[in-house]
């Protein structure tokens, strides 16, 4: 239909804070701090994202202090017992990193965050190298699009290509983010493609209908009672 949707690109962080595996444990804290962020993508070579540290791969150290050898080895969450033991960020991150391209569209992005309930992913090119970084509250980003402007693409590229003709057009209306559809469309059929196109611009909330059919073949609108 001609319509894109918004890119990871489009919303991303490029200014990314980032440490190398070598970083130590404390100096991994302190980052977090000094940048107010929950995470950091460790980088090998000339910027390839390897892995990525959370405050979640921090905390076994202080979770496990002072807990007996004996029971660390009995303990469920093995990974975590590692991490508790981890000095450096080779040691402590969460590899292979999970990532996403620029190119990617936000649905991909928030369906990698939601599968595997992380809230931040770093953006890498083809060679894996760090672009940026995007998070749950960028991908909201798009539901701050002006109204008129979710109307005007509704309009262009997807009622006017479905509805050629602008007597067959329903009017477009959103408020709120929420799209209504009213008048009357020409070919009833077309509801539930209209309602897929629409629902994937992004931005919307939802979508409405208050439309009628055309009147029957060889019938005209009634004037009066007859």
Not at 31 to 54: F, H, K, Q
Not at 111 to 119: C, G, I, L
Request: hydrophobic fraction near 40%; include cysteine; charged fraction near 25%.
């Amino acid at each position: 239909m001609g319509h894109s949707p918004y890119t990871v690109g489009e919303v991303m962080t490029r200014a990314v804070v980032a440490i190398g595996q070598e970083a130590r444990f404390k100096e991994i804290v302190e980052t977090m701090g000094r940048w107010r962020v929950s995470a950091l993508p460790v980088l090998a070579g000339e910027g390839r994202v390897v892995g990525v540290v959370s405050e979640a791969d921090l905390l076994p150290k202080e979770e496990f202090r002072g807990v007996q050898p004996s029971r660390l080895e009995q303990a469920r969450r093995l990974d975590d017992v590692r991490k508790a033991g981890g000095l450096t960020a080779g040691d402590l991150m969460s590899a292979p990193a999970l990532t996403v391209h620029a190119g990617d569209t936000l649905a991909q992005a928030a369906r990698t965050m939601a599968f595997k309930s992380v809230k931040r992913l770093p953006v890498v090119d083809a060679q894996g190298l760090l672009q940026g970084i995007v998070s749950r509250a960028d991908l909201l980003k798009v539901f701050l699009r002006p109204d008129e402007e979710l109307a005007q693409e509704i309009r262009t590229e997807i009622i006017g290509r479905l509805c050629p003709a602008a007597a067959d057009q329903p009017v477009v209306t959103v408020t709120d983010g929420v799209v209504t559809l009213s008048g009357t469309l020409r070919d009833p059929s077309l509801l539930p493609v209209t309602a897929r196109l629409v629902q994937a611009v992004e931005g919307v909330v939802d979508v409405r209908f208050d439309v009628t059919g055309p009147p029957p073949a060889g019938q005209e609108r009634p004037s009066g009672h007859g």
